[in-house]
């Protein structure tokens, strides 16, 4: 079965950097996009980044600069890259597939920017 591994969050001050993980299993991974999400309570989720097969990207305004998502098809697996964090980058950070029509999502990684 189609499985998302999230990991790499943590508590890092402004300005700070992290590198979130996803581990993929049970689809072929080369063939999909992938993408980064966040949420806050009480708000909406945020795409913040998103990768093609053939590595094309799309960010966020909020982050365009700051954060790079990239994937790796033989360990099939996506990272997200975030640098210069800033507090409101604050969130759970979620790894997503769209998969023949089924939305696939990770457990969730905290992130927390805090001085």
């Known amino acids: 079965q189609v499985q998302l591994v999230d990991s790499g969050g943590g508590s890092v001050q402004p300005g700070g950097s992290l590198r979130l993980s996803c581990a993929a299993s049970?689809?072929?991974?080369?063939?999909?996009?992938m993408s980064w999400y966040r949420q806050v309570p009480g708000k909406e989720s945020e795409m913040v980044a998103r990768?093609?097969?053939?590595?094309?990207?799309k960010y966020a305004d909020s982050v365009q600069g700051r954060f790079t998502i990239s994937r790796d098809d033989d360990k099939k697996a996506v990272y997200l890259q975030m640098n210069s964090l800033k507090p409101e980058d604050t969130a759970v950070y979620y790894c997503?597939?769209?998969?023949?029509?089924?939305?696939?999502w990770g457990q969730g990684t905290q992130v927390t920017v805090s001085s």
């Open positions: 990768i093609t097969m053939n590595g094309g990207t």
């Open positions: 049970g689809f072929m991974f080369s063939v999909y996009p």
């Open positions: 997503h597939a769209s998969i023949m029509g089924d939305e696939y």
